[in-house]
C-alpha cells in the first residue's frame, strides 16, 4: 500500500462561516469528504462511477478533533492518508492547515468501508490493489 | 386544475445563519424546494420515487424578490401553489411569510419542467392529473 | 446537574441527499447541532444571544458513529444529554433514530467548551447554574 | 464604472450533488456569491469587512436560469459584471459556463442594494467609487 499523502488547497466561502464569524463546524466534513474524493480520483477510484455501479464507500465513524478556526478569506491545505484498519475498513487520517502559516486547524480519523447493492461489504478490485496483495 | 394552497412550517436552524447573522440567500431556496416537495407528496407525486423511476423535475428558472430578513430562532411558514404556464412547463408561486406576525420575507416564481431519462420533456400522467383534462 | 434527556423530532429533506439517495454524512452533524441548540434554548441559553454577548460556545471534538442511514422522506429524532467532562468542558451525548421504527441512525460525542472575547476559556453563569453548585 | 468582466474557476463537489446526481439547484446561488464576493475583494470591497463595519450588501432580487447542470467532476468558471441599476441598486450580471466545452449551464441577474446599520440604503465610499462619480 502507497503511503504517499494527498494534498489539496481550497479557500473559505463567505456562505460557509457562520453568525460566529467562522467556518460552521459542519463545513470541515465537507472539506475532509472533497478531499478524500479528490484523492480516490488521484488513485483512479471515481467515487460517482462506484455509485454508479452500486458500489457505495460508506463512512462508518467520523473523529474531529477542532484546534483552531478558519474564517473568511483564509487558504487552507487539507491532505490525506489512507490505511488499512481492518480486512475489511480503511482509514482516512486527514489535517487541515491554515495557509501560507501552516496552522493546524482540524485533525480527523474517518473510518470507512464499502459496500454492495445488498449491503454486504465489499472490496472493489481497485481498492484492494490500492491496499496491495493480501 | 386545483387551486388550493398549500402550506408547511419550519423554523430557521442557526447553521443556516451567515456572518450577517441573518439566514443565508441560497438557504430560501433550499426552504423553498422543501415545501414544493412536500406539496408534490400531498398531491401523490414523490420526488424521490419519480427519481428512480428516470423521470426528472427540473427547475428551469426562479425569480427571488428578498423582502426582508429571517434571523436565528424565528419561525417562518412556506406556501406554494401550482399554476400552467404552457403545455410543457408548470410554475410555482411561493412566498414565506415569518411568524406569528405574518411579515412577507421573500416572495418567489419557480418555474419547472418535467423530462425522461432521455432528457426529452416528459409529463407523467399524476402531472397530467394535477392540470385536469387536456 | 439535570438528567433529562432533550429530544427534537425532523424530517429529511431532499436536498439534504447526495448522490447515493441517503442523507449526506455532514448534514447529520447539522441535526445534530440544530438539536443542541435547541436544548440550550430550552434551559435558557440562547447561543445566538450568547454569541451577541462575545460568548462563543466552540466544539472541541466530535466522534459519530454511522450507524445506517436515513433517506428521503424520513422522519427522525435526536436526542441530547449534557454531561460534565472536565471544570472547562462539556460533552453532549447524542443519537438519531429513525421514526417510528426508532432504528439506529448514528450515535455521537460531542465535547465542547465556552471562550470569552479574548479566546480565553469562560463558562457563563447560564452553564455553571445547569451544571450545579461547583 | 468599470467595464470589465470578472471571472472565477471552481470544481463541482460531490456533496454538492443531489439524489438526480447533478448539482443541487440552490448551490449554484452558493457559486455566484462566493464569485461576487471574490469579485468585491478584487475591487478592494471585503465583504467580512464591510459587515464587521456595520455595512450590510443585501440581495433584493435574483433571477437564476436553469440552461443545463453540472455534475461530480465537472469543473466550471462563473463570470459576473456589475452594473448601476437605480441611484442606490446595482446589478450583477453572471453565468456559469462548464469547461472545458464553455456550454452555458446557469445565467442569473442579481439586484443588491447596501444597507447601514440602521436598516437604511447607504453606499460606502468604496461603491461610490466603483460606479465613477455621480
Known sequence: MEE????HEMD??????????????SVY????EHTRHQYLKAINL????????GINLVVKRIEIDYQSSLKSGDKFVVDVKMERISP???GF???????????????????????NEKGRPF????????????
Chains 1, 2, 3, 4 share one sequence.
Request: charged letters at 25%.
Open 46 to 53: 471515481d467515487f460517482a462511477d462506484l455509485t454508479a455501479r
Open 12 to 25: 473559505v466561502r463567505d456562505y460557509e462561516c457562520d453568525m460566529q464569524g467562522i467556518v460552521n463546524n
Open 123 to 134: 472490496l472493489p478490485d481497485e481498492l484492494v490493489k490500492v491496499f496491495g496483495i493480501e
Open 93 to 115: 487520517r486527514q489535517n487541515i492547515y491554515r495557509l501560507p502559516d501552516q496552522k493546524l486547524i482540524v485533525s480527523a480519523l474517518v473510518i470507512g468501508t464499502s459496500i
Open 4 to 7: 504517499f499523502t494527498f494534498k
Open 29 to 32: 466534513q465537507n472539506y475532509l
Open 88 to 90: 475489511l475498513r480503511f
